[in-house]
């Protein structure tokens, strides 16, 4: 789907008229829907400091916007066929449906994209079950990863501090042996 559709998308999910989207960003009231229509039809396409103000009139994260263009079934296939070379992504099938699956064992970008997936589904499992409402499961898609508390990321120390820790390692099993 292209930028100019997800605009579209959330302009409408938010009940807003081009022109009230145009004249947030700060358009002229003259020809702020105009230029709206510009981008929401693909005639033009915005920069992103643009993509991302539009980003927070519409209260989404600017990776909400920018999504592939998959408008096209074909379109759709060959961004499957990107995230198979890229992520291991493949297709399968279990219980006589087609499915995609992820290679976890591969390499890291792999494991990556699968805790993503799970956090996904766990997401999707909690609105199947009633646990939050459809608003709250669209909020954490649109702001993905931001309210997404199932990523565990670490800060890494500094190699200067890593090594330090190592030679005081080293140095305090010479003292002390076992």
Not at 94 to 100: F, V
Request: proline share 3%; net charge negative; charged share 25%.
């Amino acid at each position: 789907m292209a930028i100019g559709e997800r605009i579209h998308f959330f302009r409408l999910l938010r009940g807003m008229t081009q022109k009230q989207l145009g004249k947030l960003l700060g358009f002229p009231e003259k020809s702020a829907d105009v230029r709206l229509a510009q981008y929401e039809t693909g005639s033009r396409t915005p920069k992103a400091d643009l993509t991302a103000a539009l980003a927070q009139v519409l209260e989404v994260s600017p990776n909400a916007l920018s999504v592939p263009d998959i408008d096209s079934y074909i379109g759709l296939m060959h961004t499957l066929f990107t995230l198979e070379d890229r992520y291991g992504l493949y297709v399968d099938e279990m219980d006589g449906e087609i499915c995609l699956k992820v290679n976890v064992r591969k390499n890291r970008d792999e494991a990556e994209l699968h805790q993503m997936l799970c956090a996904w589904r766990q997401a999707a499992a909690m609105l199947e079950a009633g646990e939050i409402t459809q608003e709250q499961y669209d909020n954490w898609r649109y702001h993905y990863p931001e309210f997404d508390a199932t990523q565990k990321r670490a800060k890494v120390i500094s190699q200067g501090l890593s090594d330090m820790l190592l030679a005081d390692l080293t140095s305090s099993k010479k003292e002390n042996p076992s």
